[in-house]
């Protein structure tokens, strides 16, 4: 009779992603996160086929907890409320889960990246979102404005790349209305 596994997929997927959030890409060895969970390098391989599985099943699992995050907070059926809920959610999480997050955009090799189809389905909550407001003609071009600017602010101010001075939250917040009034028109002068 075979010896009772001491372990799991999931603990070993998430050993690796807590290895990755303290100390990096380069950090995630097979044999930190086999001594992690407990267990010896070799009986590792029972439960992960490789370090690129294991990085693809970080991504992945950084993925759906993004997604879960973000269909969390759009939920009042207000456009523009549920569009801000979901940007704050964004950076709440992207700050949380920096070198996670920094999986899905990294130039990897494609059997280390997450699922595309995976990560194109972060984003129909926004585009739907962004449909209710400013139309489905014009719900992609603004989703994409809106998760660019997202994208770039959270990513300087992770780098410290924002040292300007000023309150980052509020700058977030008034980053956040003028991307929204921006596509909606509401920025735009009157036409002549």
Do not use: C
Not at 91 to 99: E, L, W
């Amino acid at each position: 009779m075979p010896a009772p596994s001491r372990t799991s997929h999931d603990a070993i997927v998430a050993a690796a992603r807590q290895i990755l959030e303290e100390d990096g890409f380069d950090a995630v060895a097979m044999s930190r996160v086999a001594e992690r969970v407990g267990i010896r390098g070799p009986s590792l391989y029972k439960h992960v086929r490789d370090r690129s599985a294991l990085i693809r099943a970080i991504a992945e699992g950084v993925t759906a907890d993004l997604a879960a995050t973000l269909s969390a907070a759009d939920a009042t059926g207000d456009p523009r409320a549920d569009l801000t809920a979901v940007a704050h959610a964004y950076r709440t999480f992207v700050r949380a889960n920096p070198n996670g997050y920094g999986l899905l955009f990294a130039n990897l090799a494609p059997d280390l990246q997450p699922d595309p189809a995976h990560l194109a389905q972060l984003a129909l909550p926004l585009i739907e979102a962004m449909g209710t407001l400013v139309g489905s003609e014009d719900a992609l071009s603004a989703a994409r404005t809106m998760v660019s600017w997202a994208h770039g602010f959270v990513s300087m101010e992770l780098a410290g790349a924002l040292r300007l001075g000023g309150d980052l939250d509020v700058a977030y917040a008034d980053g956040i209305e003028s991307i929204l009034d921006g596509v909606t028109g509401r920025g735009r002068p009157p036409s002549a």
